[in-house]
């Protein structure tokens, strides 16, 4: 079983700035891809920022919507990714969720964390 966790949501005023963190545990051999999706009230989730291992250096993806304000990173030793979100907007309002693809023990699964809640005040 692999579990993620999500930490360092909280509420922030407009142009601010938080940083969110994902630590993966369980049987994991390696993960392939890390990620950043974001939920409104209303809406489909959405991805805000993706990490995938590269053959020379990792390969990055954001949204025009944050693209220039947040950015994602990984450690890969403590199997956590993080998302640095600068220059909030109240439309970044949301709950934010982790999710990864992962080889473990057991084959590759892709896993979700539980979510963070995010709120931009204006």
């Known amino acids: 079983q692999v579990q993620l966790v999500e930490s360092g949501g909280g509420l922030v005023q407009a142009g601010g700035h938080l940083k969110l963190s994902c630590a993966a545990s369980?049987?994991?051999?390696?993960?392939?891809?890390m990620g950043w999706y974001r939920q409104t009230p209303g809406r489909l989730r959405e991805p805000v920022a993706d990490?995938?291992?590269?053959?020379?250096?990792?390969?990055?993806y954001y949204p025009q919507s944050v693209n220039g304000r947040f950015t994602i990173s990984r450690d890969n030793a403590k199997n956590t990714v993080y998302l640095q979100m600068n220059s909030l907007k109240p439309e970044d309002t949301g709950v934010y969720y982790c999710?990864?693809?992962?080889?473990?023990?057991?084959?590759?699964?892709?896993?979700w964390g539980q979510g963070t809640q995010v709120t931009v005040s204006s």
């Open positions: 999710n990864a693809d992962i080889l473990t023990t057991s084959g590759k699964s892709s896993s």
């Open positions: 369980g049987s994991i051999i390696s993960i392939s891809r």
């Open positions: 990490i995938t291992v590269g053959g020379v250096r990792d390969i990055t």
